[in-house]
């Protein structure tokens, strides 16, 4: 399993709940949903750059366990799908 919202709390030194908070009051959203955003904005970066040549690869190295999964907030996220990228 990848880094999570626990494992963010972990390295600044507080709990969950003021994580969640003060993430929520900075960014308007929760540490899994801001870490996933992060997440896109990487793929997004790398299929840019070309680094990466299959949906599986970006998927797998920016942490998402499921292409399909990946494929489908990508293109919430970017409003683009993501073989555009390819």
Not at 1 to 15: P, Q, T
Not at 37 to 57: D, F, K, M, P
Not at 75 to 85: A, C, F, I, L, S
């Amino acid at each position: 399993v990848g880094f999570n919202a626990e494992d963010l709390a972990k390295i600044m030194a507080v709990s969950y709940a003021p994580l969640r908070r003060k993430l929520q009051k900075l960014v308007g959203l929760p540490p899994a949903k801001y870490l996933r955003a992060v997440r896109v904005q990487v793929a997004r970066e790398l299929l840019e750059q070309g680094t990466c040549n299959s949906l599986i690869e970006v998927a797998f190295r920016v942490g998402f366990d499921s292409p399909y999964y990946f494929a489908e907030i990508f293109e919430q996220q970017v409003v683009k799908n993501v073989t555009d990228y390819l």
